[in-house]
């Protein structure tokens, strides 16, 4: 199934997309009991399909992506957090935050994980999973590599650096996450053009790995990398400006499209 979060007089609310079209409200909490009822919905408004408890991104999760930084690919997963207040929308803007001059895309994966998950094997892994989604992980490079001390979070975590959607697609549906293509575009020109098969560490070792000794709640994200084309690694580097439009498709999940602003 396909899950949409959207706003309604009485605030934010699942439905799902039915196969022949409709959208049918969701009655209850998508993380316990709920049921899908003959209720038809017209969403005014589309959110990011879930709230996270938790925002864990991975880095240098593509080996070319690894190489065009010049960095070598790690024997673990190498992970960061993003704030839950980075979080944004489907459609809404991404802010260029005053303090940076350096901003990058970088379209990726995410895991959405449905129930508390600890020391989970990789063989149960996507039993822990309730679904997938788009995200583009927005990063400040000057704060990344120069200005922040070696530490990613500042950098990853300016309001709205984090959209996500537009749909939570059940594991179901999307039996084989490893091998989805993956296209992110700026203004409509392809910047990153890839498929989760050539992930270093695939989903199950992600979720295995960040959950050993340590608890995942329902509703932690998992941003799980991005391939090469990223700005930073142009020459020159092409770093985001007010009035560029990012959009990534990824196979089977749909397209997320963010405008790019300046931060009033």
């Known amino acids: 199934m396909r899950y949409i979060r959207h706003l309604t007089p009485d605030g934010p609310a699942w439905a799902t997309l039915t196969s022949d079209g409709d959208t049918k409200a969701i009655a209850g909490d998508l993380f316990g009991e709920h049921t899908i009822t003959d209720q038809h919905v017209t969403p005014s408004q589309v959110l990011a399909p879930i709230a996270p408890t938790n925002i864990i991104g991975i880095g240098l999760n593509y080996r070319k992506h690894a190489d065009e930084g010049k960095k070598n690919v790690p024997e673990r997963p190498m992970w960061f957090v993003k704030t839950t207040g980075a ?6 803007p991404i802010l260029l935050p005053a303090s940076s001059g350096k901003v990058d895309y970088e379209g990726e994966l995410a895991i959405v994980i449905g129930r508390d998950a600890k020391n989970v094997s990789p063989e149960n892994a996507l039993d822990y999973v309730l679904g997938f989604t788009i995200a583009i992980d927005v990063s400040a490079r000057d704060w990344q ?8 979070n500042h950098a990853k975590s300016f309001d709205t650096f984090c959209p996500l959607g537009p749909f939570l697609v059940d594991p179901a549906e999307c039996p084989n996450p490893d091998n989805l293509k993956l296209t992110t575009r700026v203004n409509g020109e392809i ?6 098969a050539n992930m270093v560490f695939d989903v199950r070792t992600l979720i295995s790995f960040l959950s050993t000794d340590r608890t995942l709640p329902a509703g932690t994200v998992i941003l799980t990398g991005t391939p090469e084309g990223v700005g930073y690694a142009r020459t020159p580097p092409l770093w985001l400006k007010a009035g560029d439009v990012i959009q990534v498709d990824i196979e089977g999940l749909g397209s997320l499209s963010n405008p790019v602003v300046a931060a009033s």
């Open 87 to 92: 979080l944004q929308h489907p459609g809404e």
């Open 191 to 196: 910047r990153q053009d890839s498929t989760t």
């Open 145 to 152: 590599f120069e200005l922040g001390g070696g530490q990613f």
